[in-house]
């Protein structure tokens, strides 16, 4: 294996990582089966651990190859072993260690074979090491590797795999590649790049409101055609005025489909071998559509051995527009970063029947708001994603309503709509479209998009790392993030917003000497905070979601 010539450079990893250890809160409990209601609560994996886990203990990586003097990082499978881990080395003379907060940090010393060994609460797991002689660092781009989890051998997928570095979409971080627990590969657009934003003044950073039709085309093993899906917007031929008062649907219509600009398909059925994915970003300009750019990608597929090798580096590009200019940044962060969150939260799946309908959700529906405080937990991935906010804000008023509103309009722009049943459970069958799936913010980081409590946690996360009390809304049919706020002139939202009373208002909370504010995650373009809808049908009960006095309106202060 050839070394990435940037995993030496890992100061700003290892200052992020004091405070994990601290955030590693107790999980909830799995039971089998709880009666409730006439429903059922039936756990589906059974390997939890005896203190009642939900996720069995393991290393996230198991077997690697360095070189001398090259840095690699270990760490436990699942985040919430964080806390509780002690790492020891069999030959320190081969590697040397050093461990703080759960995180392995191991260098090359001399060649040869050893290994390390982790222990937590009585379990063991170990990783394998063999380190060589160092090489030259430049002749191809490091692998990308994906696992899937959901497969008894760990197959994994090896991105761009003949591009060089920055060549193709894996690599640029315009695609991320996810596997879901119905044996489905899911490609969706995870970012957004300056050279995309120039394509036409116009644009804004978000795809699904920048682009009249985003169309992918999937070809697989021996060149067959695999899956495509197309998501398109009805534009009016006359645009409204547009502002942070609008949201994708108010100025183009519905889109064509229900999901975000992503595709899915059956890996699983479909075997191993070379796939290649191709994204047409169409626009439409008064003259007709053209095709403004088309994103491409490659992953071989392969059959795995049981190991893995978590260290390399993947990157996000950002770039958004908003009233006071055009920001961008790009974050590089470890596969290991978002396999901890991923790996823990697939293991906690489990059905609800209720009303003979079948429901796929990873939370226990009568510990809701325990579980919204164990999921907001952020770690070195969005804690660097908040260092990036911050240096792209460039103000001091880093307290203030404008840095909040800052922070939301990210979320709002830069992250699209996803389905839940499509990214974390998939397939044809009838259970699909009742998947509840609730990632953490690492996970929506990395596919780009998830649906209103994904984006919700994500943005609360965000707040509350600047400073801010966060928490989150439930209401029927929605989440929607909250933020905390000392000095904030409602009236100027809806002012600046052009919103009527008839349609919006201010959702609002008063607690203590400060109010919580909602702040909309899925609009797709930016909407004040606290404006938020008051007329909303759901199965056919129409709801002010402004009214936080309901007893179906909850708060969650994380």
Same mark, same amino acid.
Not at 25 to 44: E, K, P, Q, R, W
Not at 375 to 393: D, F, M, P, Q, R
């Given at each position: 294996?050839?070394?990435?010539?940037?995993?030496?450079?890992?100061?700003?990893?290892?200052?992020?990582?004091?405070?994990?250890?601290?955030?590693?809160?107790?999980?909830?409990?799995?039971?089998?089966?709880?009666?409730?209601?006439?429903?059922?609560?039936?756990?589906?994996?059974?390997?939890?651990?005896?203190?009642?886990?939900?996720?069995?203990?393991?290393?996230?990586?198991?077997?690697? $190859? &360095?070189?001398? +003097?090259? =840095?690699?990082?270990?760490?436990?499978?699942? /985040?919430?072993?964080?806390? *509780? #881990?002690?790492?020891?080395?069999?030959?320190?003379?081969?590697?040397?260690?050093?461990?703080?907060?759960?995180?392995?940090?191991?260098?090359?010393?001399?060649?040869?074979?050893?290994?390390?060994?982790?222990?937590?609460?009585?379990?063991?797991?170990?990783?394998?090491?063999?380190?060589?002689?160092?090489?030259?660092?430049?002749?191809?781009?490091?692998?990308?590797?994906?696992?899937?989890?959901?497969?008894?051998?760990?197959?994994?997928?090896?991105?761009?795999?003949?591009?060089?570095?920055?060549?193709?979409?894996?690599?640029?971080?315009?695609?991320?590649?996810?596997?879901?627990?119905?044996?489905?590969?899911?490609?969706?657009?995870?970012?957004?790049?300056?050279?995309?934003? $120039? &394509?036409?003044? +116009?644009? =804004?950073?978000?795809?699904?409101?920048?682009? /009249?039709?985003?169309?992918? *085309? #999937?070809?697989?093993?021996?060149?067959?055609?695999?899956?495509?899906?197309?998501?398109?917007?009805?534009?009016?031929?006359?645009?409204?005025?547009?502002?942070?008062?609008?949201?994708?649907?108010?100025?183009?219509?519905?889109?064509?489909?229900?999901?975000?600009?992503?595709?899915?398909?059956?890996?699983?059925?479909?075997?191993?071998?070379?796939?290649?994915?191709?994204?047409?970003?169409?626009?439409?300009?008064?003259?007709?559509?053209?095709?403004?750019?088309?994103?491409?990608?490659?992953?071989?597929?392969?059959?795995?051995?049981?190991?893995?090798?978590?260290?390399?580096?993947?990157?996000?590009?950002?770039?958004?527009?908003?009233?006071?200019?055009?920001?961008?940044?790009?974050?590089?962060?470890?596969?290991?970063?978002?396999?901890?969150?991923?790996?823990?939260?697939?293991?906690?799946?489990?059905?609800?029947?209720?009303?003979?309908?079948?429901?796929?959700?990873?939370?226990?529906?009568?510990?809701?708001?325990?579980?919204?405080?164990?999921?907001?937990?952020?770690?070195?991935?969005?804690?660097?994603?908040?260092?990036?906010?911050?240096?792209?804000?460039?103000?001091?008023?880093?307290?203030?309503?404008?840095?909040?509103?800052?922070?939301?309009?990210?979320?709002?722009?830069?992250?699209?709509?996803?389905?839940?049943?499509?990214?974390?459970?998939?397939?044809?069958?009838?259970?699909?479209?009742?998947?509840?799936?609730?990632?953490?913010?690492?996970?929506?980081?990395?596919?780009?998009?998830?649906?209103?409590?994904?984006?919700?946690?994500?943005?609360?996360?965000?707040?509350?790392?600047?400073?801010?009390?966060?928490?989150?809304?439930?209401?029927?049919?929605?989440?929607?993030?909250?933020?905390?706020?000392?000095?904030?002139?409602?009236?100027?939202?809806?002012?600046?917003?052009?919103?009527?009373?008839?349609?919006?208002?201010?959702?609002?909370?008063?607690?203590?000497?400060?109010?919580?504010?909602?702040?909309?995650?899925?609009?797709?373009?930016?909407?004040?905070?606290?404006?938020?809808?008051?007329?909303?049908?759901?199965?056919?009960?129409?709801?002010?979601?402004?009214?936080?006095?309901?007893?179906?309106?909850?708060?969650?202060?994380?």
């Amino acid at each position: 294996m050839l070394a990435h010539p940037e995993r030496n450079m890992r100061a700003s990893l290892r200052s992020d990582r004091s405070g994990i250890s601290g955030m590693a809160a107790a999980v909830i409990t799995a039971v089998s089966v709880i009666v409730i209601c006439m429903s059922a609560y039936i756990l589906l994996g059974d390997d939890k651990g005896e203190d009642g886990r939900s996720a069995a203990f393991g290393l996230s990586t198991t077997s690697i $190859t &360095i070189e001398e +003097g090259e =840095i690699v990082t270990v760490t436990p499978i699942s /985040y919430i072993y964080l806390d *509780s #881990v002690e790492y020891s080395v069999y030959d320190d003379g081969v590697v040397s260690i050093s461990s703080s907060g759960g995180y392995c940090d191991v260098t090359g010393m001399t060649p040869g074979k050893t290994s390390i060994t982790a222990v937590c609460e009585g379990r063991t797991a170990s990783c394998e090491i063999e380190v060589v002689e160092p090489t030259d660092h430049f002749i191809m781009a490091p692998e990308l590797r994906v696992y899937d989890m959901n497969s008894p051998d760990l197959d994994l997928a090896i991105l761009d795999a003949n591009g060089f570095f920055g060549s193709g979409g894996f690599r640029t971080g315009e695609l991320a590649l996810s596997f879901n627990a119905a044996g489905y590969a899911v490609v969706s657009l995870a970012g957004y790049t300056k050279d995309t934003l $120039t &394509i036409d003044p +116009g644009f =804004i950073g978000n795809y699904l409101t920048d682009f /009249y039709r985003i169309a992918f *085309s #999937v070809t697989g093993p021996d060149g067959q055609h695999v899956a495509d899906s197309t998501y398109s917007r009805n534009v009016a031929d006359s645009l409204p005025v547009m502002g942070p008062w609008r949201t994708a649907s108010d100025i183009f219509g519905s889109s064509s489909n229900d999901s975000c600009a992503e595709v899915g398909f059956p890996i699983a059925s479909l075997g191993y071998g070379e796939y290649s994915i191709s994204v047409d970003l169409i626009h439409k300009i008064p003259s007709g559509t053209y095709i403004a750019k088309t994103i491409t990608g490659t992953f071989e597929y392969m059959e795995g051995d049981g190991t893995m090798d978590s260290n390399e580096y993947f990157v996000r590009p950002y770039a958004w527009k908003d009233g006071s200019g055009i920001h961008g940044f790009e974050i590089e962060f470890p596969y290991y970063e978002y396999l901890m969150y991923y790996s823990e939260n697939t293991a906690r799946m489990t059905t609800y029947i209720s009303g003979g309908t079948t429901y796929y959700m990873n939370k226990d529906p009568e510990a809701e708001k325990e579980y919204v405080r164990n999921i907001c937990v952020g770690g070195t991935l969005c804690n660097l994603l908040s260092e990036k906010l911050e240096s792209a804000y460039g103000g001091s008023d880093l307290g203030t309503p404008e840095y909040a509103q800052f922070i939301l309009t990210f979320v709002q722009i830069c992250y699209g709509y996803g389905a839940d049943n499509i990214l974390y459970y998939g397939g044809d069958g009838a259970y699909s479209s009742n998947t509840d799936y609730w990632a953490y913010p690492a996970e929506t980081v990395w596919a780009g998009n998830g649906d209103c409590e994904d984006t919700s946690i994500l943005c609360a996360m965000l707040l509350k790392n600047a400073g801010f009390g966060a928490g989150v809304y439930f209401v029927p049919g929605h989440a929607i993030a909250a933020v905390a706020l000392t000095d904030y002139d409602t009236s100027k939202a809806l002012d600046i917003s052009h919103l009527g009373t008839s349609e919006y208002g201010i959702m609002e909370t008063q607690t203590g000497p400060v109010t919580y504010y909602g702040c909309e995650t899925t609009t797709e373009r930016s909407r004040a905070i606290g404006v938020i809808d008051t007329s909303v049908d759901v199965n056919g009960t129409v709801y002010d979601y402004c009214d936080t006095s309901a007893d179906w309106c909850k708060l969650y202060v994380i």
